[in-house]
Each structure stands twice: as structure tokens, then as C-alpha cells.
């Protein structure tokens, strides 16, 4: 079945006001090799998406992704790719990719992700190429923006990155030190049924703009999430 398909038995037509979309979540939706022209064409319609997340869709290729002039985050953990990373160097606004637990060999597979200017964090955790002697110097000396490697900065400091709203609206990356907040106190988080902000539909999650605003677009119990600007 398509993507489209897929994600209009959940969400219906709140997928047609895709200049509302912020960010948007498929994580396990499909299982495909590599996205068909059909769903490369449909997600080009979210031309406002700025996060896009794809883990575990069983991506070989990263062919046929689509063009997204304002994408600055993608994740893509838990696939099958081990190379040809070129196609992510169409992403100029990129600033944070996830590539964990995919079979990357060496630092020489990740030679495309130079050019990237604004990436500023990069996590291949669980993939080869993080096992070999030399891995962080080789990357931070590859990639001269890069500021966060697998959630430790170049000092080996553990950091997370915290999504801060700016005046205009926008989201900012702040690099905060500290641990992750605990998968326990997401799951234990109370969701009150009268919260007209936040509806949930068939296990899917959807940010209305207003729910959007007080929190940042996170994976609650493996559930998709479309967030809204």
C-alpha cells in the first residue's frame, strides 16, 4: 500500500493542510527498499516540512527522497543502509541526521555528508564504522560544522539538544548539558481527555498549531506523529 494510503487511514483529511505540517513521522508505516515515485511525490507536498523521521521502514537506498527546500532534521535509524549517503547533500538546511543502527562500514561512506554546511549533529550509534579505532577524530576532522557525534560533543561531554521556540516562531537548536529525560516519565505523562489541543486517532498522534506550540514533536510509545505549525 502506499504511504499515502497508509497514512490517510489515520489521519484522513487533516493531511491535505500540508502548509500547517511541521513535522511529520512514518516510522514503521511502510516497509520498502527504497520510496517509489508515488511517495516521493506526496511527501514533496509538505514543502513547509522542516523534521522528517523514517526509522525502520527497511530503506536500502536512500533514492527517490524527497525534495524538501526546508528540511533541517532527518532521522532514518534502523535501516538497511550502508552507503550512498548522497542523496542527503540535497539537504543544504540540514543541521541533525540520525542514522543509528544501520550497517555503515567506514568513515569513507560518510564523505557525501561534508558538504552540508549547517549539520551541526550527526548519530550512528550501533553502526560499524563506530567501531573502528579512529572514528570520532575522523569525523569531526571530515565534517568541520559538526559539533555533536552519537549525543557527545567533540570534549566527549554527554549533551542533548532541546527545541527552543525564538521570537519569530521558529524553532532553535540549544545544545543543553545533561541526560535524556526518562522513557518512564513519557509514558507515566497524564493526557487529560478534555485537552482539545492534542487528539489522538487509531494510535496516531496529531499536534493541533496550539499543542504544537508547548512541546516538541516526540515519539510516544512507537505511535506516528504529525506535528503542526
Do not use: W
Amino acid at each position: 500500500m502506499a504511504l499515502e494510503a497508509k497514512m490517510r487511514e489515520t489521519h484522513g483529511d487533516e493531511l491535505d493542510e500540508v502548509a500547517d505540517i511541521d513535522e511529520l513521522n512514518i516510522d514503521e508505516l511502510i516497509t520498502t527498499e527504497k520510496l517509489s515515485e508515488v511517495d516521493k511525490k506526496f511527501l514533496e507536498r509538505f514543502t513547509t516540512l522542516s523534521g522528517l523521521s523514517m526509522n525502520k521502514i527497511g530503506l536500502t537506498s536512500l533514492e527517490n527522497l524527497p525534495a524538501l527546500p526546508e528540511l533541517n532534521s532527518i532521522q532514518l535509524a534502523d535501516n538497511s543502509i550502508a552507503g550512498k549517503l548522497g542523496p542527503l547533500a540535497n539537504y543544504p538546511m540540514l543541521q541533525q541526521i540520525v542514522l543509528d543502527g544501520n550497517p555503515i562500514p567506514s568513515a569513507k561512506e560518510l564523505e557525501p555528508l561534508k558538504s552540508l554546511k549547517e549539520l551541526a549533529s550527526l548519530s550512528l550509534i550501533d553502526c560499524p564504522v563506530a567501531s573502528t579505532p579512529t572514528y570520532r577524530e575522523d569525523i569531526f576532522k571530515m565534517i568541520p560544522s559538526l559539533q555533536i557525534l552519537d549525543d557527545l560533543d567533540k570534549d566527549g561531554k554527554e549533551i542533548n539538544i532541546e527545541a527552543d521556540e525564538d521570537e519569530s516562531g521558529e524553532s532553535e537548536g540549544e545544545i543543553i548539558e545533561g541526560e535524556d529525560e526518562s522513557e518512564e516519565a513519557l509514558e507515566g505523562e497524564e493526557v487529560s481527555e478534555a485537552d482539545e489541543d492534542e487528539i489522538e486517532v487509531k494510535g496516531c498522534l496529531l499536534y493541533t498549531s496550539d499543542a504544537a506550540d508547548e512541546r516538541s514533536s516526540v515519539d510516544l510509545g512507537g505511535r506516528r506523529i504529525i506535528k503542526k505549525k
